[in-house]
């Protein structure tokens, strides 16, 4: 998300967030023209006027305060408290003022669709409209009002609704996307436990054992000791190698995994991603798959991070070139963020990485944004994607 952006289902979190959600919000306000216009022209006494500005600052202030804690489980004691207050007052200020403030069970209807889990609001904003049209039947030329409210009313109620249960949806989602990633995160280290116990568990229980044999040999039989150090050289030395063989395997970087950790990431983000189907890479090196991953990895980070894009698109091909087959990644994204004023220590990094591989890299900036282009061996032709 970028600065100022509030996604679906997040809460501003900075003062620019909120600004731009009040200023959102407050746009639908401009309906409120019609109090306005009647406190400004309406003909009220003095007294009148300065209690109906009070009771517009109020009801505007509640409302808005209602919108913001939408989605908030301990609230709803205090939502059903305000729109009581909220309809009393609104009421109170059509019986005096006329039938221009009619317009604030519209948002009381809102303001119920908004804070209130469906299940209640199928209730109150009928009641609101229920309200607000009995009312114009007793004020002063209300009739020709409750055309123009009450379907905005019902609808704008209802509307809200199902606004608040993608909000609702939208924050589930996420939270259970955070618990999967911790699941899978608590899995991986307990594979791996399992994996050292199952490479170390034999080789640590022989070397304590032989180490036993050996002190106790090394008076009597000093040459029958020496070859159970031995046996323990080769045998921690051959730990040491499956330790290693281990780590570097869960550290290897997959192309696959990747490209689903980006569509999530760029998701996640804001960014619109438009991504490969998972690649059939039978017969690339390692070596290359690797480079070509932490590539994508290197790439996307500095879409979400820096770029402020609003869009991203990811290639896979295969080509035939003079040099062989190659692998060649592109991504490239619609934002402002570039590579700066030259190369940045993950994309130097990321070349130096590339070349081990036999790879290139290509990071330049395009009219509409940054492109980022790597090419590795593909060794034996792999079916990945069309090429021209």
């Given at each position: 998300m970028s600065g100022t952006g509030v996604g679906i289902g997040q809460r501003p979190e900075t003062r620019k967030q909120m600004m731009v959600k009040m200023l959102w919000t407050g746009i639908w306000l401009v309906y409120l023209s019609a109090p306005v216009s009647d406190l400004l022209h309406g003909g009220h006494g003095?007294?009148?006027?300065?209690?109906?500005?009070?009771?517009?600052?109020?009801?505007?202030?509640?409302?808005?305060?209602?919108?913001?804690?939408?989605?908030?489980?301990?609230?709803?004691?205090?939502?059903?408290?305000?729109?009581?207050?909220?309809?009393?007052?609104?009421?109170?200020?059509?019986l005096t003022l006329g039938r221009e403030w009619l317009v604030l069970f519209v948002y009381v209807s809102i303001a119920s669709g908004a804070a209130l889990p469906l299940r209640l609001a199928r209730w109150t904003i009928p009641a609101a409209s229920a309200l607000m049209a009995g009312l114009a039947l007793v004020v002063a030329d209300g009739t020709e009002y409750i055309g123009a409210l009450l379907i905005p009313a019902l609808l704008g109620g209802f509307a809200m609704t199902g606004v608040r249960e993608l909000v609702r949806t939208t924050v589930e989602l996420r939270e259970a996307r955070a618990r999967v990633a911790q699941l899978a995160a608590n899995e991986e280290r307990l594979r791996l436990a399992r994996d050292l116990h199952d490479l170390l568990g034999h080789s640590l229980s022989l070397i304590t054992l032989k180490s036993e044999l050996a002190g106790r040999m090394l008076p009597a039989h000093p040459d029958k000791a020496a070859q159970q150090v031995a046996d323990i050289e080769q045998v921690s030395r051959q730990a040491l190698v499956d330790v290693r063989e281990a780590v570097s395997g869960y550290r290897r970087a997959r192309l696959a995994a990747e490209l689903a950790g980006a569509q999530v990431a760029l998701t996640a983000a804001g960014v619109t991603a438009a991504l490969p189907a998972e690649p059939d890479l039978t017969g690339v090196p390692e070596e290359s798959e690797s480079a070509l991953a932490w590539a994508l990895r290197e790439a996307v980070t500095n879409v979400v991070r820096h770029s402020g894009a609003r869009g991203c698109t990811v290639e896979l091909l295969h080509r035939q070139t003079l040099d062989g087959p190659r692998l060649e990644?592109?991504?490239?994204?619609?934002?402002?963020?570039?590579?700066?004023?030259?190369?940045?220590?993950?994309?130097?990094?990321?070349?130096?990485?590339?070349?081990?591989?036999?790879?290139?890299?290509e990071a330049t900036g395009t009219r509409r944004g940054f492109r980022l282009v790597a090419r590795v061996p593909a060794g034996a032709a792999a079916d990945v994607g069309s090429a021209s």
């Open positions: 003095v007294v009148a006027v300065v209690l109906g500005w009070l009771g517009l600052a109020g009801f505007v202030a509640w409302y808005l305060a209602l919108l913001f804690r939408t989605g908030r489980r301990d609230a709803q004691d205090f939502v059903l408290v305000s729109l009581a207050v909220l309809s009393a007052e609104s009421t109170l200020l059509v990644l592109t991504v490239e994204d619609d934002g402002s963020g570039g590579a700066g004023n030259g190369p940045g220590n993950g994309l130097t990094g990321l070349t130096e990485r590339l070349e081990k591989a036999g790879g290139t890299l």
